[in-house]
């Protein structure tokens, strides 16, 4: 295991997103992986958009995937959240979690937290309020803005703004913040849920590149606590983030590594670096 203590993932029970809790041992991390992926193939009209493909992510990994257009870089996240059902093959959390058996929503609750590619936040609520519609994302709208919060909440909350470096915007409606202040934004509220893994689907796309910059600080600063899959094409950013790179292609994977063994692999060259 790299980096998380088992506090962190399983011993203590803990307050998930949607009021899910995660018993003592429930995620078998015994193996290292926190998320496994086993020979999973995804066709569309006989087109293999996954095919066989097979990868593991350590708990407390911040994986980065790239890959060239079409490789199947969204639908392996499809797969995850349970969005799309591989014609063949399994994905587990932990050692025995079949996530492929489960639902869309039941995935969410049990911790696997996904950001697409565009910013989805509450436009109207202040950058606070979405952080507590987050955290409470059981509630209605209306429950969780008239209760009052606790001090521990409150906390939490500020804490987050200051994570994501918008403590100086949370009075602001949430629709004023820029492309990369929603980005954030929307990483935050994935992070009041305490995902046990966090899916970024090109979380740098239309940023600017001080926001860009910003944006690998930040998810830096979540290694160790979280599990991490980012994809992205901005190749400046995954070398100033990645640890581990894995290159899909043709819905599988082509080459794993170090960010200088990948550079220097000469099939990804060909398939995509070199391009
Ligand atoms: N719902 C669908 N129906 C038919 N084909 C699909 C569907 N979803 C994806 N595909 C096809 O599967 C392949 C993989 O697509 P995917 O979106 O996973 O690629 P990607 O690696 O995310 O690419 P990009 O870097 O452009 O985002 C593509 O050829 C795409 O056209
Ligand atoms: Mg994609």
Known sequence: ?????????????????????????????????ILYVDSVTVSFDGFKALNDLSFAIDAGELRCVIGPNGAGKTTMMDVITGKTRPDT????????????EMGEYEIARIGIGRKFQKPTVFESHTVFENLELAMKADK???TVLFQRLSGEQRDRIHEMLSRIGLTERADSLAGMLSHGQKQ??????????????????????????????????LLQTL?????????????????????????????????EGSMD???NDERVIEVYLGR
């Open 1 to 33: 295991m790299t980096g998380v203590s088992d506090q962190t993932l399983i011993v203590e029970g803990r307050t998930m997103g949607l009021g899910h809790v995660v018993r003592p041992g429930e995620i078998d991390l015994s193996h290292g992986s």
């Open 140 to 142: 209605s709208v209306w």
């Open 184 to 217: 954030w934004l929307e990483i935050g509220m994935l992070l009041m849920q305490d995902p046990q893994i966090l899916l970024l689907d090109e979380p740098a796309a239309g940023m600017s590149d001080e926001e860009t910059a910003r944006t690998a600080e």
């Open 261 to 263: 063994r990948i550079q």
């Open 223 to 255: 290694a160790g606590r979280h599990s991490i899959v980012v994809v992205e094409h901005d190749m400046e950013f995954v070398a100033s983030i990645a640890r581990k790179v894995t290159v899909l292609h043709e819905g599988r994977v082509l080459a």
């Open 89 to 100: 093959g399994k994905v587990y959390l932990g050692q025995t979690i079949d996530l492929t």
